[in-house]
């Protein structure tokens, strides 16, 4: 019997050593994964389990309960009516608005890149989906990609103008639409989708992307969205799951803005008639959050890849939307403007040493994902980086972060929050107007304070700290500021 065991001891020892091998194998043994969902254009409560009881939204849904929420999580606000050409900017530079300066449809070579930074510690970088901060800068980000949409809105989601990943960073195909009128036509791309809807072709690509990965090198992989900016168009089957006369019209809703806040005629304000309609904004929340849930199933696919390809416990992952939408509230459509509904987006994060179901209270912006990726990942921040890092956030939800937050829209808002009052300054065509609002007891902003005098102490305070802030955060140039 001895004998026999001698026999079979050393290829007992080389099952279990091979056992060993194969589970040592796949431990985590490199820096987590990195994936980036980018929503275009969606507000910070449109997200099922974080209170909104009208929209559907499984897959996010999920995300929240896997991770850290943030509900006061904000853009800084745009230099331009295409308020997400300047927050994507903010994102991949980790710099603030104004510092950036105001064209940043070609981000400044002088920035370091998210992407390039990940790409020279070792990452695998992949880009996918609208990309509407210039070509040169997208060539810098990233080393692969597929499904790439150079600009901002396109005039269908059904036949976008894409390009496939040119190794060269050559993008010089000129796309000439059937329809002479497509608003698409000067754009860059070498194809086009018929029939197709643009959520469904990106998460195409991610989810071939993470099918793809071998997992021998970490990975950045960024998704971005053009949903559910308008044209609110989805799957038939997805606007058939809202009834119409189940939407709840915002609690702020008003037939017209009181005042002009410098941007009343924009394009998207145009995409309803003036007074605002209730019935018509009630089919515009009806459609959004229709294309909400399309964008949610999207999302859903993507992450059903990544448990599958086995890399989801080494995976960070970050949901967010570059910037809010009114749609009705204070008589308002689109996103020019500074009130919480605008500047508010939705952040999720999941992964490796992130807390599980929590919600933070921390106060952060869309500048302070780059940073905050750096100190999870144990990469040294560029010295081009301002951002402020809330990791620790992420790991008890109950850690702050800004004790204030600052808001511009182009030369004509200004806005400041301590987190509990915010102050509104507007100065359109040499006239200035002032909001004040507390922001725990009206958190829909509804009620102006800056004519009380009960609250002239706080209006004075906040409006020192807007001056103060202008000197600092390199925003002295703007012609807002004559006359404050």
Request: with cysteine; proline share 5%; hydrophobic share 35%.
């Amino acid at each position: 019997m001895y004998n026999h065991l001698f026999k079979v001891l050393p290829l007992l020892i080389g099952i279990f050593a091979c056992s060993g091998s194969a589970v040592l194998a796949q431990k985590p043994t490199q820096k987590p994964n990195v994936i980036i969902l980018l929503a275009d254009d969606m507000r910070a409560k449109t997200i099922h389990a974080l209170g909104n009881n009208e929209v559907i939204t499984p897959n996010l849904d999920k995300l929240v309960k896997s991770g850290v929420a943030f509900p006061h999580a904000y853009n800084m606000g745009g230099h331009t009516g295409a308020v997400c050409v300047s927050s994507r900017a903010m994102l991949m530079t980790g710099q603030t608005i104004h510092k950036l300066g105001d064209d940043i449809t070609e981000i400044p070579k002088d920035y370091t890149l998210l992407g390039k930074l990940l790409s020279s510690s070792g990452y695998k970088t992949y880009g996918v989906g609208k990309w509407h901060n210039g070509v040169p800068s997208y060539v810098q980000s990233f080393r692969g990609g597929d499904e790439i949409m150079f600009g901002g809105m396109t005039s269908s989601q059904w036949n976008i103008p894409l390009n496939h990943f040119n190794k060269d960073g050559i993008y010089d195909h000129a796309y000439t639409p059937s329809d002479p009128a497509n608003r698409d036509l000067s754009r860059i791309a070498d194809h086009v989708y018929e029939g197709r809807h643009s959520a469904e072709i990106f998460a195409d690509a991610a989810v071939k992307y993470l099918k793809s990965e071998k997992g021998t090198d970490p990975f950045f992989l960024y998704v971005a969205f053009t949903t559910p900016h308008d044209p609110r168009q989805m799957p038939k089957e997805y606007l058939e799951m809202y009834d119409t006369a189940k939407i709840s019209l915002p609690v702020n809703f008003l037939p017209e803005h009181p005042f002009d806040n410098g941007h009343m005629h924009g394009r998207d304000e145009k995409l309803l008639g003036f007074p605002r309609k209730p019935d018509e904004v009630k089919r515009e929340i009806r459609d959004y959050y229709a294309i909400i849930t399309h964008l949610d199933a999207q999302i859903g696919r993507i992450m059903d890849a990544l448990k599958a390809s086995g890399q989801l416990e080494n995976t960070i992952v970050v949901f967010a939307g570059d910037n809010g939408l009114a749609l009705g509230q204070h008589g308002l459509m689109g996103k020019q403007n500074l009130y919480e509904h605008t500047v508010g987006v939705p952040m999720v994060w999941s992964g490796p040493g992130i807390a599980k179901g929590k919600q933070s209270s921390a106060y952060s912006y869309l500048v302070d994902i780059y940073p905050t990726l750096c100190d999870l990942l144990k990469i040294k921040k560029p010295a081009t980086v301002d951002g402020s890092s809330f990791s620790a956030s992420l790991k008890d939800p109950s850690k702050s972060n800004h004790k204030e937050m600052f808001f511009a829209f182009r030369d004509l808002q200004r806005a400041v929050s301590d987190t509990r009052y915010k102050l509104i300054e507007y100065n359109v065509k040499k006239v200035r107007t002032t909001q004040l609002f507390d922001l725990k007891t009206d958190p829909y902003e509804m009620n102006n304070l800056a004519g009380n005098l009960e609250y002239k102490a706080t209006l004075a305070r906040l409006r020192n700290d807007l001056l103060a802030h202008k000197s600092t955060s390199g925003d002295a140039e703007s012609s807002f500021w004559v006359g404050f």
